[in-house]
């Protein structure tokens, strides 16, 4: 027993000689280098320190505000920001950025990455809500708007970036709710074309189906004339129970004003299919849309309707109408687009980001260079040495 705790005790003497060994080389190992290696830590500190001095780089948060605009509607388009086509119009339409800042903007716009960590939806509905209607649907809840989170080196860098990304943000929106309004114009025209032609055969079959019912009746009245001059509108039937029924003039006025009835919905009914065949005959010639820009495409849709519905006195009042109303839903996205704007920029800023303050930047140089440089000298030493025992 005093055997084995002899040997214990010589073993727990021994890894603590072994470590403080370890530690002494290495301190001594270090210390070796601390001639020709301190003064180039503190110098590159320093250097290091200065141009962060000089180069600050602040985090600064806004708010876009986008009114009614709901979480689920920010999730459905939310992911065409990283669309190509739209970040190049988008930046392009953009005045005083420089090749270089359009270069670095457009790198971070394609990446999904970017967009996850620099806007945070923020909704209306808070904590205490939730507790007193459970049941609230949040993703159809008011936004009080898109909190935008960015980097930048002063105010102007600053709200250059915001406006660029709000820019984008807007174009985008657009671009999405008009491609919507055209796709739902599409599934309402195919819809309706099918509706109004069943609609018309049923009508047709009400109006032969009451012709048909008059000219019974009207044989009726030809074999038993006394039925003219009848005071009464009800005949009795003999079957049934001696029901009440519309005696047969009567029934001729009701078919007829049936009929009638019949004929106005008819006309309704063509009336909106020349409505749906305008529409249809826009949206064919639209063809595949521009890979442009929210604004852009707008503009060039409106184009393409003046050049199909020429504005004149003459022009059909169905045509007017469809021609208004394309014009209404094609400039809703525009003037909603408008009202998105930065409630509050940053006036000022504060401290710098932690890689971009003085102190900690040269700290983090002096120790990188002290630690990581003598391992690469040392592995640098060897290798020559190595080379040069072989070639000797």
């Known amino acids: 027993m005093y055997t084995k705790s002899s040997n214990s005790s010589a073993t727990d003497y021994s890894d603590e000689i072994s ?3 370890a530690t002494l080389k290495l301190w001594l190992y270090y210390r070796g280098f601390a001639r020709p290696l301190l003064p180039a830590a503190l110098l590159s500190a320093l250097a290091a320190a200065f141009w962060v001095s000089v180069n600050p780089l602040y985090a600064v948060t806004a708010i876009l505000d986008t ?3 709901s ?3 920010w999730r459905t388009f939310s992911p065409l920001l990283t669309d190509k086509a739209l970040v190049q119009t988008s930046l392009s339409s953009m005045k005083g950025l420089t090749q270089k800042e359009t270069a670095e903007l457009q790198r971070g716009f394609l990446t999904p990455k970017f967009w996850d960590s620099r806007i945070q939806y923020r909704t209306a509905l808070r904590r205490d809500d939730l507790k007193d209607t459970p049941n609230a649907e949040l993703k ?3 936004t009080l708007g898109l909190e935008i989170s960015i980097t930048a080196r002063d105010e102007n860098a600053a709200a250059q970036k915001f406006e660029a990304m709000a820019n984008h943000i807007r ?3 657009i671009w999405y709710r008009v491609t919507n309004y055209l796709l739902d114009q599409r599934q309402i025209v195919a819809r309706k074309r099918d509706e109004t032609a069943l609609e018309l055969i049923q009508q047709q079959f009400v109006i032969d189906l009451s012709n048909q019912r008059i000219a019974e009746m009207q044989k009726l009245l030809e074999t038993y004339p ?6 009464t509108t009800t005949v009795v039937s003999v079957e049934g129970g001696g029901g009440n029924y519309l005696s047969p003039l009567a029934q001729i006025v009701a078919l007829k004003a049936t009929i009638s009835e019949a004929n106005a919905k008819m006309l309704t009914i063509r009336r909106q299919q020349e409505e749906m065949a305008l529409r249809g005959n826009f949206l064919s010639s639209i063809g595949v849309l521009p890979a442009i820009s929210g604004n852009s495409l707008t503009a ?3 184009e393409r309707k003046n050049s199909l519905f020429v504005s004149t006195d003459a022009q059909p009042q169905i045509t007017q109408k469809v021609s208004h109303d394309l014009d209404m839903h094609l400039s809703e996205p525009l003037l909603y687009a408008e009202l998105w704007r930065f409630k509050t920029l940053p006036a000022s800023f504060g401290t710098p980001i932690l890689l971009r303050r003085p102190v900690p930047v040269a700290v983090i140089t002096f120790l990188a260079i002290w630690l990581l440089l003598p391992p690469i000298v040392s592995t640098f030493r060897v290798i020559r040495s190595l080379v040069s025992g072989k070639t000797g």
Not at 226 to 231: F, G, H, I, S, Y
């Open 19 to 21: 470590l403080h060994d």
């Open 67 to 69: 009114p009614q605009l």
């Open 71 to 73: 979480l689920n509607d």
């Open 140 to 142: 159809n809840t008011d």
């Open 171 to 173: 174009q985008t929106m």
């Open 226 to 231: 006394e039925l003219r001059r009848m005071d």
């Open 300 to 302: 060039w849709l409106k």
